[in-house]
């Protein structure tokens, strides 16, 4: 009798993953994480943000390098269109969430995966936002996401990948629940 073991690499580390939940467990005021952002007004509706520190594990912490992100809006919308409008980062944030947490929950189980393709669509009625109707909301009204997953598991498996993904997922969380946000002006 031949048995095959399956071995999955999908370029996580789920042992060190393991071990930090481990010692965040032992030291849970360690998990106060602070995650930052910059932006800059650049003209018009165009702005550049950037995000290059943090602090986590009890100190300052650096990436590996400055990310950019570039925001505009389209020109339809008399703007110049030098980058993605904040709603669309918004679900980019949120997309690239969940595939993460497919990816980690998919090697923790031991799954192999050929390609993850997430779909998102957010609906939006621009009569809030300018100010024509002040009873429609301003933000989304419906984000649906649609996972194409090629894998080495049954449907079930990988309806259950996508569902654990979606109830660790950050974004999600935030997106989902209400979140304290505090503006302000210095």
Same mark, same amino acid.
């Given at each position: 009798? !031949?048995?095959?073991?399956?071995?999955?690499?999908?370029?996580? !580390?789920?042992?060190?993953?393991? =071990?930090?939940?481990?010692?965040?467990?032992?030291?849970? =005021?360690?998990? @106060?994480?602070?995650?930052?952002?910059?932006?800059?007004?650049?003209?018009?509706?165009?702005?550049?943000?950037?995000?290059?520190?943090?602090?986590?594990?009890?100190? =300052?912490?650096?990436?590996?390098?400055?990310?950019?992100?570039?925001?505009?809006?389209?020109?339809?919308?008399?703007?110049?269109?030098?980058?993605?409008?904040?709603?669309?980062?918004?679900?980019?944030?949120?997309?690239?969430?969940?595939?993460? $947490? /497919?990816?980690?929950?998919?090697?923790?189980?031991? /799954?192999?995966?050929?390609?993850?393709?997430?779909?998102?669509?957010?609906?939006?009625?621009?009569?809030?936002?300018? $100010? /024509?109707?002040?009873?429609? @909301?301003?933000?989304?009204?419906?984000?649906?996401?649609?996972?194409? /997953?090629?894998?080495?598991?049954? =449907?079930d498996e990988i309806k259950a990948l996508?569902?654990?993904?979606?109830?660790?997922?950050?974004?999600?969380?935030?997106?989902?629940?209400?979140?304290?946000?505090?503006?302000?002006? @210095?």
């Amino acid at each position: 009798m !031949n048995i095959q073991t399956r071995i999955a690499n999908n370029g996580v !580390n789920v042992k060190a993953l393991l =071990e930090a939940r481990e010692a965040l467990t032992e030291a849970p =005021e360690a998990a @106060r994480f602070q995650w930052r952002a910059r932006c800059d007004w650049v003209n018009g509706t165009h702005s550049h943000a950037r995000v290059e520190r943090f602090f986590g594990l009890g100190e =300052e912490q650096q990436h590996k390098q400055c990310f950019a992100y570039d925001c505009d809006h389209p020109e339809l919308f008399a703007a110049e269109d030098k980058g993605a409008t904040p709603v669309e980062y918004l679900l980019v944030g949120l997309a690239g969430c969940l595939t993460a $947490g /497919i990816a980690s929950v998919a090697q923790n189980r031991n /799954i192999q995966l050929r390609s993850v393709q997430a779909t998102l669509e957010g609906d939006m009625d621009l009569q809030g936002i300018l $100010g /024509i109707d002040t009873d429609v @909301r301003n933000g989304f009204d419906n984000i649906s996401v649609v996972f194409d /997953i090629d894998a080495d598991a049954s =449907e079930d498996e990988i309806k259950a990948l996508v569902a654990q993904s979606q109830k660790r997922s950050a974004v999600f969380d935030a997106l989902a629940n209400p979140t304290h946000i505090q503006v302000q002006a @210095r």
